[in-house]
């Protein structure tokens, strides 16, 4: 139950109880309703849940505050916070089941009886409980060491991270012994502390998340909504956030250092971690339940071809072929959907680049590592606040020309650098490589057609196709089963243009006995055609086998950990 008390601009006052859920509007549905023209039919909701009360905008034309400040949502609502709907303010108490005030209240409810353990509603109203006393302490105190740091006079952008956190951490211990007497006694005094010092100064809940090795990649939804991907698998994760605003100041912290900014006029920002973790962060107004967050994190130890083959991805001649393609400087394309691990593989593959050679990798947000010795790594800019001094890939790559390459990686093509991409590996530096989004190999073809007339070149559709015929020499496509497998599922070579059609031909597929088997059994089949470049690599000296394209291998029935 929910307590709400309502007061208007004439200063009349009147208190409520209500059931959560509870709209808030004019209509004669709302459980509170509010007579004024200002105040929509359905105007905002008050939901109570584990963390505490939460009040949500439901798209009202006036729109909903909370101390002063327009929200799509916020919470938890703490007693003393003022929503303003309309001319209306209201403040918000939980009852609790009982018809009890709990909004300040942490301690988990006494047992039953002595020495009975108490019922299973009675211990999950005591977990929950305690979690939303956790919540509530992590936003006071959280507060409170922001106001004794007193940002807005220390220069704290000339602090190392380790000055930062130490200070932060003395006093809030200070602030901790001066408020024990409230804490609730249930509450670990370590645990707070720890919590709401990653907050302030770091990176929050996520600081345990990315430490732990098992992880690959930790999606925000909003402040109390987290999952993380373990093994293949996404499942929600008990951590939270105690704030928008904690999940924004997160977000400041990664993206502020790289020169990037996010603001209502620059929603979305692409960014990576120290460590190359990539991050995509967007928030309101095109994220509506709030700030949202992705990290993709890269491996705790650069990967080795024999991980992936170890690891079920490919097997042993899959992988043979593709370092010869790699050192013979064939043009290799990585073709997969979101999340298929088309960059890991690129970095693998990059890595075969013999060490003589120089390197030039560009990228919309840097991520690959390379260990190679003669390196050059570039990365896009995005506008300034006057909306210029953006640098494009497109950009980078025409400039990567000037730079003499022997091999140019980008990241991922996924826009007008397509053109310039295939010039490049048309004009003498074979043996570069790039990623691009597409289901099927067949489909890389049609969508590397497309991105080529995004760059606003007259040319006609028959000399675009042999321009990437001619240019393009593997194509490597990578999928990623229900069971979070991520495997190579063909290796196809560009083989010519026939009748106007780009012709493809398989040398290795990746393919399931029958419908019946399970989702990750199968093998990785040859499928008995040689690459036309066969001969110019044994009259080169490369030894090969044919029997590489004609042998099945079992692929293992599960995915595997490649950290």
């Not at 998340?209 to 402040?223: F, K, T, W, Y």
């Not at 800019?381 to 980078?396: F, K, M, T, Y």
């Amino acid at each position: 139950m929910l307590e709400v008390e309502i007061l208007t601009d004439e200063g009349h006052g009147t208190s409520l109880s209500v059931a959560s859920p509870a709209v808030i509007g004019r209509g004669d549905v709302c459980e509170i309703r509010l007579r004024h023209w200002r105040v929509a039919r359905r105007h905002a909701r008050l939901d109570e849940r584990i963390e505490g009360v939460f009040v949500e905008d439901l798209g009202s034309l006036g729109g909903t505050l909370v101390n002063g400040r327009r929200i799509l949502q916020y919470g938890p609502l703490l007693p003393e916070d003022e929503i303003v709907v309309g001319a209306v303010m209201l403040r918000v108490r939980s009852m609790g089941a009982s018809g009890k005030d709990v909004s300040r209240e942490g301690g988990p409810p006494a047992p039953v009886s002595a020495g009975m353990p108490a019922p299973p509603a009675a211990r999950s109203a005591a977990v929950h409980s305690h979690e939303a006393a956790m919540v509530e302490w992590r936003r006071r105190l959280h507060a409170r060491l922001l106001e004794a740091l007193d940002l807005r006079r220390r220069d704290v952008s000339a602090m190392s991270d380790a000055a930062l956190r130490q200070e932060a951490d003395r006093l809030l211990e200070a602030l901790v012994q001066d408020a024990d007497a409230e804490i609730p006694a249930g509450l670990d005094r370590g645990t707070l502390r720890r919590q709401v010092v990653d907050e302030a100064v770091g990176l929050g809940p996520l600081e345990s998340l990315l430490a732990d090795p098992d992880i690959s990649e930790i999606m925000v939804n909003r402040h109390d909504e987290l999952y993380v991907e373990r093994g293949g698998v996404l499942r929600r994760h008990p951590a939270v956030f105690s704030s928008d605003q904690s999940v924004l100041g997160v977000i400041e912290r990664i993206v502020s250092p790289l020169g990037r900014r996010i603001d209502e006029s620059s929603p979305m920002v692409d960014a990576r971690l120290r460590d190359g973790s990539r991050v995509n962060a967007i928030i309101a107004p095109l994220a509506l339940k709030g700030p949202a967050l992705t990290i993709r994190k890269f491996p705790s130890r650069r990967l080795r071809m024999t991980d992936m083959v170890e690891g079920g991805s490919l097997d042993a001649h899959m992988a043979g072929f593709l370092r010869l393609c790699v050192e013979r400087r064939k043009n290799v394309i990585v073709s997969g959907g979101t999340g298929s691990g088309k960059t890991t593989l690129l970095n693998i593959l990059s890595n075969f680049i013999p060490p003589a050679e120089r390197v030039i990798t560009i990228e919309d947000a840097a991520e690959l590592r390379l260990a190679h010795e003669h390196l050059v790594a570039l990365e896009a800019r995005p506008a300034n606040l006057e909306g210029r001094g953006a640098v494009s890939i497109r950009d980078l790559v025409r400039n990567a020309l000037r730079m003499r390459p022997d091999r140019i990686v980008v990241g991922e093509c996924r826009g007008a650098e397509a053109l310039d991409m295939l010039q490049a590996m048309n004009t003498g530096h074979e043996g570069s490589l790039t990623t691009l989004h597409a289901n099927t190999p067949r489909d890389a073809m049609s969508r590397l057609e497309t991105l080529v007339l995004m760059a606003g070149m007259d040319l006609p559709l028959a000399a675009i196709r042999e321009q990437i015929a001619s240019a393009v020499d593997i194509v490597v496509q990578q999928g990623r089963s229900a069971a979070g497998q991520r495997r190579v599922t063909a290796i196809v070579e560009v083989s010519g243009i026939e009748s106007g059609r780009i012709q493809l031909q398989e040398l290795f597929r990746f393919e399931r006995p029958d419908a019946g088997a399970s989702d990750g059994a199968g093998y990785f089949q040859g499928c008995e055609l040689m690459p036309s470049f066969l001969d110019e690599w044994r009259a080169g000296g490369v030894a090969i086998s044919p029997q590489w394209f004609c042998e099945r291998t079992p692929a293992p029935d599960g995915p595997r950990s490649l950290a």
